[in-house]
């Protein structure tokens, strides 16, 4: 009896310590975590005035936010602004650690972005230093913490300052076409002819300390489509065309540019914004352009809920590359990261190696240009390949077996005849070419993943970047938000050909230059996506260049940046992408139009107006004072004795409404 007694004790001890480890073994697992986010501070290095900073951030906002700077955007302020990308900046905070941190084996310091060259100190003593903005950086700090007021300061480097030594380090070897090759940073912050040249730093993503005692097993990975990218050889060349879960699908969408110049103010209900822009205009496809970043999380949790695919390039965009082992040992984390973040999102159907840079080596005279000898090119282009052409796809395919992998975007330009024949092509002929819209009918290729055509910023938005003094063509300030060569040029001249004759564009009102501007681009997409969609299955994707600006400028976006706001080229697009109906391809020049007065009248009855024309009206723009929403169409065409019923989709009280035709502008300018 005793013994059975003693027995069960034994039995229930045993028992007793079995929960007890369980419990003890499930703490042990368990991975606390806390935001750094309060009390920074910020001031350029050697001076001693700190102010409050916030956190994600960079050092442009924070200087905008303390009155320190005055607005980037407005005016030609950019250029006013130059000295800030020269300086070092310093960040710093205190912060407070539990006695359950403390008691964990393991404290890590993470970063998930610093941007860019930034050496990180626990209570002074140096733990951490980067240098690539699209990697998260962390560092052991168990043995630097204290349980009160640790302090957590970080210096960044000025990028421009680096790059621009390294460069000059090189000579006379020389990487084309900018030093910016050298840093592993958003490439546009260092300017693009669309963007401002705001070459920032700071804490640009979430910082935390995170403690455990045992570090989570990585969960196995499993594709969750099919992928496919159909390169087979037929009597034109090669088909390119995308089968996901083994059905062939046409894309139809654009290009994704950064949706701001400083990241850090792309909130969760401004990427809303962005992404119903794309899906309301019956895109199916975004490529995520190479000079930006790797997209937030929640730009692709957007785009798998949306039913839009992602090209998604790595962010390498106009330039060669370094051949170093530093530089390629950082490429290669920089990869794997990136491609583990983001591969278990359906929406990503592609990786690319980068932007147009096989392109550019072999057409855009670089050799020339930079005098560039036999044995540095053979260096160059050996680089290129070894990067590119075998170290990322290897790298991809370790981490990612199950997507294609194209080495760049496009492999031949748009001057080759192969560009028409065979894999994606990017079609400058019109734009930079200065070529007719309609030698897209002769230079479609397999997959069109770049073509434009610019227009001039809403007018809205004109008005909020200027004062009136500078709103005359060609004004030192509108200049300043025309970044493309000789961009006012290429528009008269497409202008001249399909609108109006220019001889006397200096005296036309900036207001009627930036609505024949913006008929230009909807006409164009107009034509240029049906002539696409004509040749289907010749041609299986379409991606206009672009989707949306980083700020107020003149450019090939079809949205605003203020507010998100359609231009018209996207009412265009919204049309010519559905599959309802087959777009419709103009046979007609608008100049070549015998326009009369419409005659136009409306009537405003709850969130609807109601137009009707005596005679046939082009291109009518419902313009409402101060109104940022959308409207269910806009520069759409009238026929004579027609009704058209036009909804507000964001309400307005007394909207002050104006109506313009093209006739208007025509006939009131010389």
């Not at 930034?118 to 998260?136: D, H, P, S, W």
């Not at 300052?161 to 958003?186: E, F, H």
């Not at 590359?321 to 530093?326: A, E, H, R, T």
Request: positive net charge; proline residues 4%; hydrophobic residues 35%.
């Amino acid at each position: 009896m005793n013994r059975i007694r003693k027995n069960n004790l034994s039995a229930l001890l045993l028992l007793a310590g079995m929960w007890f480890l369980g419990t003890s073994c499930s703490s042990n697992k368990e991975k606390l975590s806390m935001e750094i986010d309060k009390g920074w501070q910020f001031r350029e290095v050697t001076k001693n005035d700190w102010h409050s900073a916030t956190v994600p951030g960079e050092v442009h906002t924070d200087l905008l936010k303390n009155k320190l700077i005055p607005d980037p955007f407005y005016r030609d302020n950019e250029k006013k602004l130059v000295w800030i990308e020269k300086k070092d900046w310093e960040y710093k905070t205190n912060f407070n650690v539990s006695p359950e941190f403390l008691k964990k084996k393991n404290n890590l310091l993470v970063f998930d972005g610093l941007d860019t060259y930034a050496t990180v100190y626990i209570n002074g003593i140096e733990v951490l230093k980067t240098n690539n903005m699209f990697r998260q950086w962390s560092a052991d700090v168990k043995q630097n913490l204290k349980a009160e007021n640790n302090e957590l300061r970080i210096i960044f480097k000025s990028a421009q300052n680096v790059v621009d030594s390294l460069a000059k380090k090189d000579l006379p070897y020389v990487i084309p076409d900018n030093p910016r090759c050298y840093v592993r940073k958003a490439q546009y912050h260092f300017g693009w002819d669309w963007g401002p040249k705001f070459t920032t730093c700071g804490i640009w993503k979430a910082v935390r300390l995170e403690a455990f005692d045992e570090k989570e097993a990585e969960e196995e990975y499993k594709a969750p489509h099919k992928y496919e990218l159909v390169q087979e050889k037929d009597t034109a060349g090669a088909s390119f065309y995308f089968k996901i879960d083994d059905k062939a699908v046409y894309m139809k969408g654009a290009n994704y540019i950064p949706s701001d110049a400083f990241l850090s103010r792309m909130t969760h209900a401004e990427y809303d914004k962005v992404i119903a822009t794309a899906k309301d205009a019956n895109m199916n496809m975004l490529r995520v352009w190479g000079g930006g970043i790797y997209e937030n999380d929640y730009f692709y949790d957007l785009c798998d809920k949306n039913g839009i695919y992602i090209w998604q390039d790595f962010m390498f965009a106009g330039t060669m590359v370094p051949g170093d082992k530093d530089f390629f040992d950082n490429v290669k984390e920089e990869v794997k990261y990136q491609v583990k973040r983001l591969r278990h999102h359906p929406s990503v159907v592609v990786w690319c190696g980068n932007n147009e840079i096989d392109e550019a080596f072999k057409n855009w005279g670089w050799q020339k240009q930079f005098k560039i000898n036999k044995k540095d090119s053979i260096r160059l282009w050996s680089d290129y390949k070894r990067l590119f052409q075998d170290s990322i796809p290897k790298w991809v395919k370790e981490v990612d077996p199950s997507r294609p992998y194209v080495s760049s975007s496009p492999l031949f330009g748009w001057g080759k005849k192969e560009s028409i024949k065979q894999g994606d092509s990017h079609y400058w002929g019109t734009w930079w070419g200065l070529e007719d819209i309609e030698i897209v009918n002769k230079k479609t290729g397999r997959f069109v993943s770049e073509y434009g055509m610019q227009a001039m910023p809403n007018y809205s938005t004109i008005e909020k970047i200027t004062q009136e003094e500078d709103r005359k063509l060609y004004s030192d300030v509108l200049k300043a938000h025309q970044k493309a060569g000789k961009g006012f040029t290429k528009l008269n001249s497409y202008i001249q050909r399909y609108f109006k004759d220019t001889t006397h564009v200096k005296t036309w009102s900036v207001k009627d230059y930036t609505y024949l501007t913006q008929c230009l681009q909807y006409y164009s997409f107009k034509n240029i996506i049906a002539i696409h969609r004509s040749k289907e299955p010749y041609n299986m994707g379409t991606l206009l260049w672009q989707l949306n600006d980083c700020w107020p400028v003149a450019s090939w976006s079809i949205t605003d940046y203020y507010n998100r706001q359609p231009k018209a080229a996207w009412y265009a697009v919204k049309e010519a992408y559905r599959d309802d109906v087959k777009p419709t391809i103009d046979k007609v020049r608008p100049i070549d139009l015998k326009l009369k007065n419409p005659q136009i009248t409306f009537k405003v009855e709850g969130d609807n107006i109601t137009l009707k024309a005596t005679k046939g009206a082009k291109f009518v723009w419902i313009d409402i004072k101060g109104y940022t929403g959308r409207l269910s169409d806009n520069y759409f065409d009238l026929k004579a004795g027609e009704e058209k019923t036009i909804s507000i989709q964001t309400p307005i009280s007394k909207p002050q409404i104006t109506i313009t035709s093209l006739f208007d502008v025509l006939s009131r300018n010389k």
